[in-house]
Nanobody, 119 residues
Framework: QVQLVESGGGLVQTGASLRLSCAAS????????MGWFRQAPGKERGAVAT????????WYTDSVKGRFTISRDNAKNTVYLQMTSLEPEDTAVYYC????????????WGQGTQVTVSS
């Protein structure tokens, strides 16, 4: 069984920073990339940032470019999302996920962590 456990969410004010962590545990599994997704109330879940596990190639959705940074620690089986200059529009439940091949579906998901940015 593979588990992804997110942590680091919370309630902050506009302009603050937070760092989310996602630790993977359980049996060894094939991992091509991991990503952070978010879902705000009444909206669909969407991708925020992704990183390939071996090379570290990153991708960001336009609204977070320059503010968020995704990184990974292979030794710790952990992926991070450093969020700066947070805005109320960033309020959402943030999920991490893993997929085993390029272009494939995300196989494993965490339970989510709430990020709330007050104005």
């Amino acid at each position: 069984q593979v588990q992804l456990v997110e942590s680091g969410g919370g309630l902050v004010q506009t302009g603050a920073s937070l760092r989310l962590s996602c630790a993977a545990s359980g049996r060894t599994f094939s991992r091509y990339s991991m990503g952070w997704f978010r879902q705000a109330p009444g909206k669909e879940r969407g991708a925020v940032a992704t990183i390939t596990w071996s090379v570290g190639t990153t991708w960001y959705t336009d609204s977070v470019k320059g503010r968020f940074t995704i990184s990974r620690d292979n030794a710790k089986n952990t992926v991070y999302l450093q969020m700066t200059s947070l805005e109320p529009e960033d309020t959402a439940v943030y999920y991490c996920a893993s997929r085993s091949r390029a272009g494939g579906a995300y196989d494993y998901w965490g339970q989510g962590t709430q990020v709330t940015v007050s104005s």
